[in-house]
């Protein structure tokens, strides 16, 4: 029976049988195999909350009810239950649905998200929103265990838990954040997972009080017994000495007791946490073997090294020459390719998801005379900017940052585009900021980086990572030092600078080519740091040329491309610039190619730069 077809939201699943939820979870699952692996998108995670998802939409009245996800990576079938299973076709792509919760999407997405360790917080908002408006709903915030590594998790439950303001947390705890769970939590976790459920136990202990008159006064002291008893029962009862009623552990998979829970939970007018034991990739082979390489798939295969795996190698390298050098990943150790390095495991920290921490922690490092390497991806990094700034960059601690997934990233859209991290750390006093054009100037500027005895990063985009012409890259790293690789043939031509920033170099040479084909006499320049500017090498050319284009993937606003105009008006230039960068904007979801294309900063929007100045030029003579 194709049950799937029949649901067309929420209200649908009410009159099903627990068989016809079962026979549906199935359904749902080789539906999810079928279109994500077409798309892309996050295959394993979604996999895993099939029965919890249908459990929350049954016992709960959405969109009345809120229900916030943190992440949002494994809200598919959600989506798939609130309207929008046809437009799985389109599933991250331009004008498609997004692959995490979007409220302008539906009104059934309480709240944004796409960064972790965010739902409780959002939730209990909400929660405090409804009471001192006097409204009457339920308020579901649902975290996996792996988000639950980060701080502000237990800021919220802090908070939430003293106040008393009722909210549900659900725990979808399947061990895995990307990768395997790490830390003291995890450790919890699994303890309380081989643990009966602590209200039952706690039940029948107190009739056993009550029943021995002679432990009367024990009885009494209910207090006192409660808190003996959550150590008996459960060590290191954390959720409720929080202040939140634990309720669990129930299994994932199972409807039935999920829907009990559930049930339960709504019951109480208090904080409760409900531990959901899940299974990553439940139900479809490959993913459930392989969670950490099924959490997110490309519709696209590839062979080529991409830009992760070359920092992992190059550091493994540097690491294998000099004990000081570490690593540092926030729960990232695979995205960032860490996790196939031969760097001694003793010298890769993973902090779960805990950029905050991660970023002091390399400073401790730093201080106490190791070289840490902290390699996040640049939406991520923006959670540790006070970091960056008050533990790292004012002491002037030689903690290098490899900045991951730099620019335009695709498909995961506007929560995840690396597009600010120029604009957040070029302006930070003793920061270095370098972007290498290829594979060789990566391998060249980390161990730069390490000798700088100062704060360094490194950004570089997603994708494929190329190894160029040597003789683009054979001059070393010079702080502050651009480096032409390009001086035009065409000496009688109007005088054209291309300013490259990163891998945008490639781009710059093949249009050069075809403007010099044009009347164009094209110098083009490597800018490799960022900060601090060559105003060296740029000063002459603010006077002598007259069109300099910079090529960036990274928004206007504090640009390198914002910079040199600065540095232009103080220097009276004669130079008209123009800025190739990403506009000044939260950029949607699409292919990293189409998103290139569009802000023109490939070849043909350079080349279209020049021809719109040239034709500018001659209606002025005109």
Known sequence: MDILSRIHGPEDLKDLSITEMDELSEEIRRFLVQHVSRTGGHLASNLGVVELTLAIHRVFDLPKDQLVFDVGHQSYVHKILTGRKDAFDQLRQKDGISGFPKSRESEYDAFDTGHASTSISAAYGLAKARDLSGKDYEVVALIGDGSMTGGLAYEAMNNAGRDKTKLIVILNDNEMAIGKNVGSLSQHLSRLRTKQGYLRSKKLVKESVARHPGLKPLYNAADKVKNRIKYMVVKGILFEEMGFTYLGPVDGHDIKALIEVLNEAKMLKEPVIVHAVTTKGKGYAPAQMSPVEYHGISCSASDDITWAKAFGEALCALAKEDPRIVAVTAAMADGV??????????????????????????????????????????????????????????????????????????????????????????????????????????????????????????????????????????????????????????????????????????????????????????????????????????????????????????????????????????????????????????????????????????????????????????????
Not at 486 to 498: A, D, F, L, W, Y
């Open 337 to 622: 390719g860490l996790s196939d390095t031969s760097i001694p495991e003793k010298r890769i920290f993973d902090v779960g998801i805990a950029e905050e921490h991660a970023v002091t922690f390399a400073a401790g490092l730093a201080k106490g005379g190791m070289k840490p390497c902290v390699a996040i991806y640049s939406t991520f990094l923006q959670r540790a900017y006070d970091q960056i700034v008050h533990d790292v960059c004012l002491t002037g601690l030689n903690v290098v940052f490899a900045i991951d997934h730099s620019g335009l990233v695709g498909e995961d859209g506007e929560t995840h585009q690396g597009t600010m991290d120029t604009a957040f750390l070029s302006h930070i006093p003793g920061m270095t900021l370098m972007a290498p054009c290829d594979r060789t100037m990566l391998e060249k500027m980390l161990p730069f980086a390490f000798d700088l005895n100062a704060p360094a990063a490194i950004r570089y985009p997603k994708g494929t990572c190329q190894r160029l012409d040597p003789s683009l890259t054979e001059e070393a790293p010079v702080l502050g030092k651009s480096v032409i690789v390009r001086e035009s043939q065409n000496k009688t031509g109007i005088p054209v600078t291309i300013l490259s920033v990163g891998d945008r170099l490639m781009s710059a040479l093949q249009a050069a080519s075809r403007m010099e084909e044009d009347g164009a006499s094209v110098r083009v320049i490597d800018v490799r740091f960022i900060a601090p500017m060559d105003k060296e090498t740029i000063r002459p050319l603010l006077q002598s040329e007259e069109l300099i284009i910079t090529v960036e993937e990274q928004i206007y606003s504090g640009s390198f491309s914002m910079q040199v105009r600065s540095f232009a008006s103080e220097e009276a230039a004669r130079a008209q610039i123009t800025a190739l960068t990403l506009p000044d904007a939260f950029i949607p979801q699409d292919s990293r190619k189409n998103g290139l294309h569009e802000f023109s900063l490939d070849e043909e929007g350079i080349r279209s730069a020049w021809k719109r100045y040239k034709e500018s030029r001659a209606e002025k003579k005109e």
